[in-house]
């Protein structure tokens, strides 16, 4: 049993959880998360997929009516707007997140910053859509943000692409801040964390001078990022900005400790599990405590921080919907946190990835890796879409089919 407080929110209240999905969504989404179980499906059909986009085979269709249809908003801002729509008649937010992965190519980059631009300038004119994500990945190079990070020296070539590359992050956090629409840049793998958190944290105290505009991530899964959050508390304090993070665990975690191993160096990830909920935990706790000037997103699917979170909001009586305040879940997982928060009068928002099937390939099939039996994860989503289909009298229908 855990010692942390109960929680005032009833996570197991399926009828709110699942009410955006009418039978046949429900009962789609119980299929698909019955297969997902499977690993050994899940890692046959994820090599397959990606080999069947090599030698141009007709898989998106199929790929679009079923793990697409779960995970993704649509193949562009336009297909979103339903989901969206959806999403607000329950009260849960979107954060809009271009699904395509990281590019090498500059004519790349710079149109995904077009396209970003584009999509702030969209939420500007949409109540629903207040936030906007995106990896810095997706905007500079990878190995040129490893090669700043490892504080080698640049070449005279590569110093100007730094300054190109620097010069079009820029442009998308003055849009945002321009349309007043908040940004989560997402945290990646520890060697090029350094030049994200740079770049980062200079828009941060050039935007958020007023209200919070410019997120970083903190990973919490890093031994050495509880520490970091403070500092850079510290730090905007002194210079008179609001610091403004997404708390996550971290999603690199094998990537991380393989390299480590490879290269000799410590790894920067926690020895187990419980450290990574100890800081987490505690990350949230020193945001609620300082939320004058720290705003923040609880970005977890996690349910005990999530009543936590609740629970420390309460105690302080503080308004569930404090401006500060946001917890986020992604579209098409853990919607009994999302809806039943939502329903609490917290400020939710769903991170909506869209784009074409191509592209949010490698996307799908980590949410797909993610919800195989291994951890329990999809135990907990299909125990939850199992009572609700009971609740509706469907079950029946879907034991049939087995
Ligand atoms: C809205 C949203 C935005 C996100 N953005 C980012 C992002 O920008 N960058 C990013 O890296 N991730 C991001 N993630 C993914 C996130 O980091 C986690 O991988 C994922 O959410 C699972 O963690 P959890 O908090 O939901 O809870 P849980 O399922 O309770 O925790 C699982 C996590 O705990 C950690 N963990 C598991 N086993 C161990 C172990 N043995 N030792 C140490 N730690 C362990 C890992 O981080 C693992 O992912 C995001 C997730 C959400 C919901």
């Not at 996550?248 to 393989?258: L, P, S």
């Not at 997103?297 to 420390?312: F, K, P, R, Y």
Request: aromatic fraction near 8%.
């Amino acid at each position: 049993m855990s010692d942390l407080p109960t929680t005032p929110i009833n996570f197991e209240d399926t009828a709110t959880a699942f009410a955006g999905k009418n039978n046949e969504e429900l009962k789609n989404a119980y299929n698909l998360f019955r297969l997902m179980q499977h690993e050994h499906l899940v890692n046959i059909g994820g090599r397959f997929t990606e080999l069947a986009f090599k030698i141009g085979l007709p898989i998106s269709y199929p790929i679009r009516l079923t793990i697409f249809e779960q995970f993704c908003g649509g193949e562009t801002v336009e297909e979103c707007k339903k989901p969206v729509r959806k999403l607000s008649k329950h009260g849960v937010h979107t954060i809009l997140d271009y699904g395509v992965e990281a590019k090498q190519d500059e004519e790349e980059l710079d149109l995904i910053a077009v396209t970003l631009n584009r999509n702030l300038e969209l939420a500007k004119e949409d109540p629903d859509i207040n936030i906007v994500s995106s990896k810095i990945t997706g905007l500079v190079r990878f190995d040129l943000l490893e090669k700043v990070s490892s504080d080698n020296e640049l070449t005279v070539d590569e110093e100007k692409e730094w300054e190109r590359a620097k010069a079009r992050v820029y442009s998308v956090s003055k849009t945002a801040s321009d349309c007043d629409i908040q940004i989560y840049y997402d945290a990646e793998e520890s060697w090029i964390q350094p030049a994200i958190d740079e770049i980062v944290m200079s828009h941060a105290a050039i935007f958020n001078k007023e209200k919070p505009i410019i997120f970083n991530t903190i990973q919490l899964y890093r031994h050495d990022r509880l520490e970091y959050l403070k500092e850079l508390h510290k730090t905007a304090k002194k210079e008179g900005y609001i610091l403004a993070v997404k708390l996550v665990r971290g999603a690199y975690m094998e990537k991380e400790r393989a390299r480590a191993k490879r290269l000799g160096y410590d790894s920067p990830i926690q020895p187990d599990k419980e450290a990574t909920d100890r800081d987490y935990n505690a990350g949230l706790t020193y945001c609620v405590e300082h939320m004058d000037t720290i705003a923040f997103c609880n970005a977890t699917h996690n349910q005990e921080s999530c009543g936590l979170l609740a629970e420390m909001v309460q105690v302080k009586s503080t308004p569930n919907d404090h401006p500060h305040i946001f917890s986020s879940q992604l579209f098409g997982m853990s919607d009994h946190l999302s809806f039943n928060m939502a329903a609490a009068g917290f400020n939710v928002a769903k991170y909506m990835p869209y784009g074409p099937v191509k592209e949010v390939i490698p996307y799908l099939i980590r949410r797909a890796k993610e919800n195989t039996s291994v951890n329990g994860q999809v135990g907990r989503e299909l125990n939850l879409l199992k009572a609700e289909m009971e609740r509706r009298d469907l079950i029946e229908v879907s034991e049939e089919e087995e």
